[in-house]
T-cell receptor, first 114, second 115 residues
């Protein structure tokens, strides 16, 4: 069975600085997808970024980028130029190719300070 | 698009009562998912549908839980009878077909409190 581990329950960063959230996963599959979702205080889960395991190039979305290390089974999220609106819970998630089931980590609570 | 719409946003009920949570997926999406979020267990997939047909209900905790999708624009998750340990936030999500990158779009959730 696949598992997703987020070892940082809480993180904090000052506005405009850069922060990196860690995620590791365990799988024997070679084809899969990885996601970062954001859950702000409003509670709604919002997709931040998505990575396909067969792509070596790291995904980027504006200020958000990932460091995908397939051999190490690591998928970290880097937030550049942090903004107050980035304050939220961040969940890393795994989906095996050919399935539709997301497996979530336990989340990292990020606080951005002015 | 209005996104995934869930109702009610909050529900408070007493143990033993029936609870029905509702979800309207994004129009045109083929997949619908029900998740439960608790502090102890995090986010868990309960059940999901493809084209209104239940595909995997292995996450449904007990027979007290049931889900239906009578048409492409509506789904319900029912708990009968409810228990205090069912207190959680329940999310509905929908997704386009698999070719559309497997991205799931979530509703705002229903916070259920069973007293």
């Amino acid at each position: 069975a696949q598992t997703v581990t987020q070892s940082q329950p809480e993180m904090s960063v000052q506005e405009a600085e850069t922060v990196t959230l860690s995620c590791t996963y365990d799988t024997s599959e070679s084809n899969y997808y990885l996601f970062w979702y954001k859950q702000p205080p409003s509670r709604q889960m919002i997709l931040v970024i998505r990575q396909e395991a067969y792509k070596q190039q790291n995904a980027t979305e504006n200020r958000f980028s990932v460091n995908f290390q397939k051999a190490a089974k690591s998928f970290s999220l880097k937030i550049s130029d942090s903004q107050l609106g980035d304050t939220a819970m961040y969940f890393c998630a795994f989906m095996k190719y050919g399935t539709d089931k997301l497996i979530f980590g336990t989340g990292t609570r990020l606080q951005v300070f002015p | 698009d209005a996104g995934v719409i869930q109702s009610p946003r909050h529900e408070v009920t007493e143990m033993g009562q029936e609870v029905t949570l509702r979800c309207k997926p994004i129009s045109g999406h083929d997949y619908l998912f029900w998740y439960r979020q608790t502090m102890m267990r995090g986010l868990e997939l309960l059940i999901y549908f493809n084209n209104n047909v239940p595909i995997d209900d292995s996450g449904m905790p007990e027979d007290r839980f049931s889900a239906k999708m009578p048409n492409a624009s509506f789904s319900t998750l029912k708990i009968q009878p409810s228990e205090p340990r069912d207190s959680a936030v329940y999310f509905c999500a929908s997704s386009p077909s698999r070719v559309a990158k497997n991205i799931q779009y979530f509703g705002a959730g229903t916070r259920l409190s069973v007293l």
